[in-house]
């Protein structure tokens, strides 16, 4: 118990939290706790894992760049693992998104976004575009650049006079059979129009978590009505930043959400799932017009921001690797399956369950809320369910009043089937 006296855990009120549970090992979809117990990880530990913990693949790619080269410094400096990283990553991404700025984690990532799209105007002698746009319920990270532009999540009232203003417009959150999802998208769409009249030519960027929006509760947007907003806003040249943070990698059923709705962004954010889950690395990637807004004689311009671990080479190993078992492991064929099992067992639940509503299914993700309860992040009935869920061997983490799945890729048919069962059963109790 000595540690819990010492170590201060994020997102934890430690006066009244429970005792942290103590995990020991991990194995594909599972977690082990001292005492041997184990967990379906369903929650692919804060979205970062894609493969499976502890893939031996991965793991030994990581132990053989660690007697080769564990870090160096990456001004002035590149390394052979960051190169490789971004020939891999290439051919999966549009050929415009050809830029790679390389950060340590998803708050930072966002962070160089914000920071580029402001500089970017800046060094276009435009000093009229300092305003960003996102919307209601974003979340793009816990540093204040990030916090600005998601300060609707409702996580960061105490901070909002330290926080730059940005702007929101609602968000046209759906799910299946969902019979108001126009008017819902006309109402986005007035708002926009409105904001675009006043605020356009002083609009640095627009920032979207495209298709899931994550921290606020797994909430979907339609891709296509997302391609329409995004053809007005790009009337007013405006940069558009994808914060694929959580999308990335396969979530929603391609290696990113963008994909599906068939637009580009300028500027694209990545994190989590890019090491596999292994280690913590970040990419900013831009359309070449925004990497050239930087080039000049004087230093004046160029894009003066770097961390200590950019693009450590261990992370550049593991995704690296990880990108290797997307093929070699035909992830993709993985994600369908657990989408269409999904499909199958999740409208099941909701017809069983009444207070089961608003499905939502994505890829590798499915979400529902639980209707009786308001939405409020400490204190409903999904935080009491828990550590009752735990008891029952799944790692579940509700978003206020939504229980949403987003599992490691080599979960089984079988484990899925569980899980749901348990669910269920912990439901139809309580
Ligand atoms: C998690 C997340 C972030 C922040 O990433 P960290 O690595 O936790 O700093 C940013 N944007 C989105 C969409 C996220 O889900």
Same mark, same amino acid.
């Given at each position: $118990?000595?540690?819990?006296?010492? %170590?201060?855990?994020?997102?934890?009120?430690?006066?009244t939290?429970?005792?942290?549970?103590?995990?020991?090992?991990?194995?594909?979809?599972?977690?082990?706790?001292?005492?041997?117990?184990?967990?379906?990880? *369903?929650?692919?530990?804060?979205?970062?894992?894609?493969?499976?913990?502890?893939?031996?693949?991965?793991?030994?790619?990581?132990?053989?760049?660690? *007697?080769?080269?564990?870090?160096?410094?990456?001004?002035?400096?590149?390394?052979?693992?960051?190169?490789?990283?971004?020939?891999?990553?290439?051919? &999966?991404?549009?050929?415009?998104?050809?830029?790679?700025?390389?950060?340590?984690?998803?708050?930072?990532?966002?962070?160089?976004?914000?920071?580029?799209?402001?500089?970017?105007?800046?060094?276009?002698?435009?000093?009229?575009?300092?305003?960003?746009?996102?919307?209601?319920?974003?979340?793009?990270? =816990? +540093?204040?650049?990030? $916090?600005s532009? @998601?300060q609707?999540?409702?996580?960061?009232?105490?901070?909002?006079?330290?926080?730059?203003?940005?702007?929101?417009?609602?968000?046209?959150?759906?799910?299946i059979? =969902?019979?108001?999802?126009?008017?819902?998208?006309?109402?986005?769409?007035?708002?926009?129009?409105?904001?675009?009249?006043?605020?356009?030519?002083?609009?640095?960027? &627009?920032?979207?978590?495209?298709?899931?929006?994550?921290a606020?509760? $797994?909430?979907?947007?339609?891709?296509?009505?997302?391609?329409?907003?995004?053809?007005?806003?790009?009337?007013? =040249?405006?940069?558009?930043?994808?914060?694929?943070? $959580?999308? @990335?990698?396969?979530?929603?059923?391609?290696?990113?959400?963008?994909?599906?709705?068939?637009?580009?962004?300028d500027?694209?954010?990545?994190?989590?799932?890019?090491?596999?889950?292994?280690? #913590?690395?970040?990419?900013? %990637?831009?359309? #070449?017009?925004v990497?050239?807004?930087?080039?000049?004689?004087?230093?004046?311009?160029?894009?003066?921001?770097?961390?200590?671990?950019?693009?450590?080479?261990? @992370?550049?190993?593991?995704?690296?690797?990880?990108?290797?078992?997307?093929?070699?492991?035909? +992830?993709?064929?993985?994600?369908? =399956?657990?989408?269409?099992?999904?499909?199958?067992?999740?409208?099941?639940?909701?017809?069983?369950?009444?207070?089961?509503?608003?499905?939502? %299914?994505?890829?590798?993700?499915?979400?529902?809320?639980i209707?009786?309860?308001?939405?409020?992040?400490?204190?409903?009935?999904?935080?009491?369910?828990? #550590? %009752?869920?735990?008891?029952n061997?799944?790692?579940?983490?509700?978003?206020?009043?939504?229980?949403?799945?987003?599992?490691?890729?080599?979960? +089984?048919?079988?484990?899925?089937?569980?899980?749901?069962?348990?669910?269920?059963?912990?439901?139809?109790?309580?």
């Amino acid at each position: $118990m000595l540690f819990k006296n010492y %170590i201060w855990h994020p997102f934890t009120q430690e006066k009244t939290a429970p005792p942290c549970l103590k995990i020991v090992k991990g194995k594909g979809a599972y977690l082990y706790d001292e005492r041997g117990k184990s967990y379906l990880d *369903l929650i692919s530990s804060w979205w970062t894992t894609t493969h499976g913990h502890t893939h031996p693949f991965i793991a030994s790619a990581i132990a053989k760049q660690a *007697l080769e080269l564990e870090h160096v410094i990456f001004a002035g400096v590149t390394h052979p693992k960051a190169i490789e990283l971004i020939q891999k990553l290439r051919p &999966f991404l549009s050929k415009e998104l050809s830029k790679f700025f390389f950060s340590d984690n998803g708050s930072t990532s966002v962070e160089v976004a914000m920071k580029m799209a402001f500089q970017f105007w800046a060094n276009k002698g435009n000093k009229k575009r300092n305003l960003f746009l996102s919307f209601e319920g974003g979340y793009h990270g =816990d +540093t204040l650049g990030a $916090m600005s532009l @998601g300060q609707s999540s409702g996580f960061f009232d105490c901070f909002k006079e330290l926080l730059y203003n940005v702007k929101t417009i609602p968000y046209p959150e759906t799910w299946i059979n =969902d019979i108001n999802v126009e008017e819902k998208e006309a109402k986005t769409y007035k708002a926009l129009s409105n904001y675009l009249e006043r605020y356009g030519d002083k609009t640095a960027a &627009f920032i979207i978590e495209p298709i899931i929006q994550g921290a606020s509760g $797994m909430r979907y947007a339609r891709p296509a009505f997302l391609k329409k907003i995004l053809k007005l806003v790009k009337k007013y =040249d405006i940069l558009i930043i994808f914060d694929e943070v $959580m999308t @990335g990698f396969g979530r929603t059923g391609t290696l990113f959400a963008y994909e599906q709705i068939e637009f580009i962004p300028d500027i694209l954010c990545l994190s989590k799932g890019l090491t596999g889950g292994f280690l #913590p690395l970040a990419l900013t %990637i831009t359309k #070449p017009f925004v990497y050239e807004a930087f080039l000049d004689d004087s230093f004046k311009k160029a894009f003066v921001h770097g961390h200590s671990y950019t693009a450590n080479p261990l @992370g550049c190993a593991a995704a690296c690797a990880s990108l290797e078992l997307f093929e070699k492991e035909k +992830t993709f064929v993985k994600i369908k =399956d657990i989408e269409a099992f999904h499909k199958q067992h999740l409208l099941s639940l909701c017809a069983e369950i009444k207070e089961a509503v608003a499905p939502r %299914i994505s890829g590798d993700i499915a979400a529902f809320n639980i209707s009786d309860t308001k939405t409020n992040y400490t204190n409903t009935i999904c935080q009491k369910l828990k #550590p %009752i869920f735990l008891d029952n061997g799944l790692l579940l983490r509700p978003l206020g009043n939504t229980i949403y799945l987003i599992p490691p890729y080599c979960i +089984t048919s079988d484990e899925l089937k569980i899980s749901y069962d348990i669910i269920k059963k912990i439901l139809n109790f309580y």
